[in-house]
């Protein structure tokens, strides 16, 4: 089946650098996105990673290894405001595109 | 440039019904999905349109229906409601697949649905 997984909840301190893990089995790979989603409102676009690598964009950094089905997003300095949901989601594409989400990690930053 | 509406904001409806709801994609963006998301999950895919062609779908009974538009509005159509059919939906539009831009989605803010 096609499973993705993210750990629950998350806690770090104003200023420090969190990493939020995501493992996946899909089938026909066709890129790996992080989306940021604060309570009641809907998903923001955060990062791309459809190669293997790092990709790195102002405080938020996400990484990808498509042998391991392994992906993180990186966040550094962190500020009260990043205190939301991180949705982790993968493009599939078996002849049509099909996106599959996890359930997300919540992230709660204290001051 | 406007972003990605929906309308309407709130729905109640009964188990049985049908219901429509609606997305205006952003300016100049071509390509619409529609999620649904229960509370405290992550959105599940219902469908993508392209050029008023439905070009993906995910796990959702022929019950889930969409439409796009010329104008690249789009519609979502759910008929024989059941409870389980509450939560929020979101549509999120995108320009044309293979576009570098393309991998980019804007939410819109949702139509939170209830069946009672």
């Known amino acids: 089946g096609q499973n993705i997984d993210q750990p629950t909840e998350m806690t770090a301190t104003e200023g420090a650098i969190v990493q939020i893990n995501c493992t996946y089995q899909t089938s026909g790979f066709n890129g790996l996105f992080w989306y940021q989603q604060h309570a009641g409102e809907a998903p923001t676009f955060l990062s791309y990673n459809v190669l293997d690598g790092l990709e790195e964009k102002g405080r938020f950094s996400s990484f990808l290894s498509r042998s391991k089905g392994y992906s993180y997003l990186l966040l550094k300095e962190l500020q009260m405001k990043d205190s939301a949901s991180y949705l982790c989601?993968?493009?599939?594409?078996?002849?049509?595109?099909?996106?599959?989400f996890g359930t997300g990690t919540r992230l709660k930053v204290l001051a | 440039e406007t972003g990605v509406t929906q309308s309407p904001t709130h729905l109640i409806k009964t188990r049985g019904q049908q219901v429509t709801l609606r997305c205006s994609s952003q300016s100049g963006h071509n390509t619409v999905s529609w999620y649904q998301q229960a509370l405290g999950q992550g959105p599940q895919f219902i469908f993508q349109?392209?050029?008023?062609?439905?070009?993906g779908r995910g796990n959702f009974p022929p019950r889930f229906s969409g439409l796009q538009f010329p104008n690249y509005s789009s519609e979502l159509n759910v008929n024989a409601l059941e409870l389980d059919d509450s939560a929020l939906y979101l549509c999120a539009s995108s320009l044309v697949p293979g576009d570098p831009s393309y991998n980019e989605q804007f939410f819109g803010p949702g139509t939170r649905l209830t069946v009672l």
């Open positions: 989601a993968v493009r599939t594409t078996s002849g049509t595109y099909k996106y599959i």
């Open positions: 349109y392209y050029r008023e062609e439905e070009n």
